[in-house]
């Protein structure tokens, strides 16, 4: 039966699709290698430029920064995926102890060498091939197929390197093991497999070495620029960093990084040079306070404090995981969930949620993890739950002690009241002659007007004490007197919290009525609706703790009118009416 868009001729002749085409032009078969090179995006990402905001090396500052830089993920990857290579040898052979990586941008030549043990240089019985050739010569081979076998390498998929053979004009590998010397040249994005050379090694020196010049074209690109430059000679840092007693040479100058912890280091470096808040004796801000720990073989941590966006750092099995994943969310979730229990004993008015805490963490992790899964081929993201990790990393009471001492929970908490400040903002009266929507407010008439500083406002103890002032405005007159009643005892402002106040209307209705405005120092009143609040409540307990109230309300949020003569009064009733002889009156 022919397909939708295929229309078969009655007279046997060539077949041809709706638009013309003939139907083997329509479908058609590649092989593996063709299809790699013709859907590139779906083994190494993307082959077109794009903006990304990075980290990347910086030569002039020893340290790591973060700018917008132009690169082509697909030709990083190629890269970065012999880098992993070199790096997991150190877990197959512990007494590896030595990583070389040159980049040659004029000649566009990179290579990567580790010493330790090499690949063996044995025929394959059932490919006939020499193993190295297999690695790195065909498609889908790779050591790391058993998944009932837990390994902590980088590799598992089976394309790794050859995706470097096949997107270089030249890929050379050369290998020793304690009998021979490999050497093998594929060219022409691995279409051509030179015969390999094989020769004795009586000095018993093992090593790989893999030396290649990535195909340009098929990246859009002429030359490897400064930006791709800074980004590989991080990745050649995080090496430096990630793989533990090993020393890491770039460009034949060993990397002054011998373990995590100055590796991290790198990234506040560049934090403390590039502040403009100076306070120790050269003039440069103080370094951030680095809180690190090895919590066991498998898992290293560390803290530091954010300017308020959560960042990352992390590796799984020398793998850069730029955007995380389940590991990071692991480490954090931790620290997260013990700092949102100090910050709720200093911040009962408002409840700092978990995620706002996280914006101010800035954690770096470093994991083994028994065959991680990730998102992509590209392995930015891990994705493999946590309770498969192989292992746990619970985070030390002295760690997690520290990090409370960092002054992240007073930055939280800063930022809380801060939130805080902003939303009751959103409350603030504001000086005009007339406001409406609050029912029982007798308003005095020139009250927000440019006499608005000699009028009065008279809050009552509830709407029976209200209808006597108001009686009283027929004495005095409307013009510099108002008059808003109480609704019983106004709230405790000093220690409810943030939601109790936003959403109690009296409080707002106050602000409203006075023209307050949230966090102002006042030194007058010109800028208020009115010049005086007269405090009339009764002479009993009640009226007492209303009164008392009513200034715990101004002394929490606007301490200055306090002190501002005047502005305060209070109109005192009457406790007991005094009547002469048996009269009336």
Not at 25 to 38: G, M, P, R, S, V
Not at 473 to 484: A, E, I
Not at 552 to 563: A, I, K
Request: glycine content about 8%; charged content about 25%.
């Amino acid at each position: 039966m022919p397909g939708p868009s295929a229309a078969s001729s009655s007279n046997g002749g060539t077949s041809t699709g709706a638009d013309g085409r003939a139907i083997e032009d329509i479908y058609q078969k590649k092989t593996q290698l063709e299809h790699i090179l013709l859907r590139p995006d779906t083994y190494i990402g993307s082959v077109e430029a794009v903006q990304q905001l990075l980290w990347v090396y910086d030569s002039a500052t020893n340290s790591m920064v973060q700018r917008n830089i132009s690169i082509v993920p697909g030709f990083y990857k190629i890269i970065d995926e012999i880098l992993v290579n070199a790096a997991d040898n150190k877990i197959r052979d512990p007494n590896m102890d030595t990583i070389k990586v040159t980049i040659n941008r004029e000649a566009n030549e990179i290579s990567v060498y580790n010493n330790g043990q090499g690949i063996p240089i044995q025929v394959h019985k059932e490919e006939k091939v020499y193993v190295p050739e297999l690695i790195f010569g065909h498609l889908l081979t790779s050591s790391n197929y058993n998944d009932n076998e837990k390994k902590v390498t980088g590799g598992r998929n089976g394309y790794g390197a050859k995706l470097c053979n096949i997107f270089s004009t030249e890929f050379i590998v050369e290998t020793a093991d304690k009998l021979m010397k490999y050497r093998q040249r594929f060219s022409n994005n691995m279409s051509n497999i030179e015969k390999p050379k094989t020769t004795a090694n009586p000095r018993k020196e093992e090593y790989t070495r893999i030396t290649f010049k990535p195909d340009l074209a098929k990246f859009g690109m002429t030359s490897i620029d400064e930006d791709m430059e800074a980004l590989l000679k991080k990745r050649v840092y995080d090496m430096a960093g990630t793989v533990a007693n090993v020393k890491v040479f770039l460009n034949n100058e060993r990397i002054k990084i011998r373990n995590f912890k100055q590796y991290i280091d790198l990234y506040t470096n560049h934090n403390s040079s590039s502040s403009s808040n100076g306070s120790n004796s050269n003039g440069d801000a103080p370094k951030p306070t680095i809180i690190h720990q090895i919590v066991n073989q498998r898992w290293e941590v560390a803290f530091t404090v954010s300017d308020g966006q959560f960042q990352q750092v992390s590796f799984v099995n020398g793998i850069c995981t730029s955007k995380g994943g389940t590991h990071v969310n692991y480490v954090a979730d931790q620290i997260v969930s013990k700092l949102v229990e100090a910050i709720k004993k200093k911040n009962k008015a408002a409840p700092v949620k978990p995620f706002q805490v996280k914006s101010h963490m800035w954690v770096f992790v470093n994991a083994l993890i028994e065959n991680p899964a990730f998102d992509s081929q590209t392995k930015e993201n891990m994705t493999l739950r946590a309770s498969a990790f192989g292992s746990k990393c619970e985070m030390p009471e002295e760690f997690i002690k520290k990090i409370l001492k960092s002054g992240v929970v007073e930055n939280v908490l800063s930022w809380a009241r801060f939130k805080q400040d902003q939303q009751l903002k959103k409350t603030d009266g504001h000086k005009k002659s007339r406001i409406s929507g609050i029912v029982k407010l007798e308003d005095a008439n020139n009250a927000g007007t440019r006499n608005g500083h000699k009028c009065t406002l008279i809050l009552t103890e509830g709407d029976s004490a209200k209808a006597l002032a108001v009686s009283g405005l027929s004495v005095v007159g409307r013009d510099n007197y108002g008059v808003f009643p109480l609704r019983g005892k106004l709230l405790n402002v000093r220690d409810a919290t943030h939601t109790q106040i936003m959403d109690n209307k009296e409080i707002n209705q106050v602000k409203q009525i006075l023209g307050l405005q949230h966090g102002k120092v006042y030194e007058s009143v010109e800028t208020l609706r009115y010049g005086h609040l007269m405090i009339m409540t009764d002479q009993d307990h009640d009226g007492s703790h209303i009164k008392g109230l009513i200034i715990n309300f101004l002394d929490h949020f606007f301490p200055s009118l306090l002190r501002i003569p005047g502005f305060l009064v209070e109109f005192i009733t009457p406790i007991v009416k005094v009547s002469m002889g048996g009269g009336s009156g």
